[in-house]
């Protein structure tokens, strides 16, 4: 009896030890991905002008000029950083609400954007690993650092990933002007955007306000997909607010993003104090 008491305890001892332990392989792997294509991006010596951005449509044009970006350094790529996340994950029509602490990277020269969710569910460690590299998207969940909850992959998660980084062109605004990025326009505070990369194209609307910040993305090419795997079509929206200005640069902190279902809009992502680096 004693020695099964003993073995209990010793397992309970050596479990809570594992979860102390900062070591996780699912960072591990984030950050040695980001690392690698790091080490291998050439930082770039130009900056934005006029003449580059005087074919795109007028409220994209204004947001350029209002937000400071003229004159001011382009970025390879751009480090997102959001603390205390509400965040919100469905599992067979369950809602489960999480504070979560978010790390992405998204980079110019290719459409890559990969984002690390750390976080806990009932006192486990809960991470999660967002990748799209070379055309291929996945969205990873690891509880306790070594059950793998969800791992979705295919062509659905692939478009998804690439109208995500639609979405946030304006935010690392050096990818707005690549190639793989074309630009209507429809109003003084809408235009419509279309990325095309790796085989697959996806667009959607910003909108943005009499100044010209962006408010908002909308697009009907992402597909809502829960832990379990299922899916549900349905459009969607990234909303960018509380702009405050940083070393010269009119920068959202607060970023949303909402499915708009028939039942109603769910609002998923709520991150405040949102921080980014730019190299």
Not at 10 to 28: C, E, G, M, R
Not at 225 to 242: L, P, Q, R, V
Request: glycine share 6%.
């Amino acid at each position: 009896m004693l020695i099964s008491v003993f073995c209990i305890l010793l397992i309970i001892a050596v479990v809570i030890i594992f979860f102390q332990i900062p070591y996780s392989k699912t960072k591990h792997e984030f950050n040695k991905t980001v690392t690698g294509i790091i080490d291998n991006t050439k930082r770039l010596n130009e900056v934005f002008t006029l003449d580059e951005i005087a074919d795109l449509p007028l409220p994209v044009q204004k947001y350029f000029k209002y937000c400071g970006y003229i004159g001011k350094p382009k970025m390879s790529y751009m480090k997102g950083s959001f603390r205390n996340v509400d965040f919100y994950i469905t599992n067979n029509g369950k809602k489960t609400k999480l504070k979560i602490d978010y790390t992405q990277y998204n980079f110019v020269d290719k459409p890559n954007r990969f984002a690390y969710i750390d976080s806990s569910i009932k006192g486990l460690p809960f991470e999660g690993f967002d990748s799209y590299r070379n055309g291929i998207g996945s969205m990873k969940g690891v509880l306790g650092k070594l059950i793998t909850l969800f791992d979705q992959r295919g062509d659905a998660m692939d478009k998804a990933c690439l109208v995500t980084f639609l979405a946030e062109c304006l935010i690392v605004p050096n990818a707005a002007l690549q190639d793989y990025i074309s630009w209507e326009s429809i109003d003084e505070t809408h235009a419509k955007a279309t990325i095309f990369y790796y085989g697959i194209s996806a667009s959607g609307i910003f909108t943005f306000d009499k100044n010209g910040l962006m408010t908002s993305f909308r697009t009907s090419d992402r597909v809502a997909t829960e832990m379990d795997g299922t899916t549900k079509n349905a459009e969607w929206s990234a909303i960018c607010s509380n702009y405050k200005e940083i070393d010269g640069l009119k920068l959202p902190t607060v970023l949303q993003a909402i499915w708009h279902y028939p039942e109603g809009d769910y609002l998923y992502f709520d991150g405040a104090n949102a921080s980014f680096y730019y190299n």
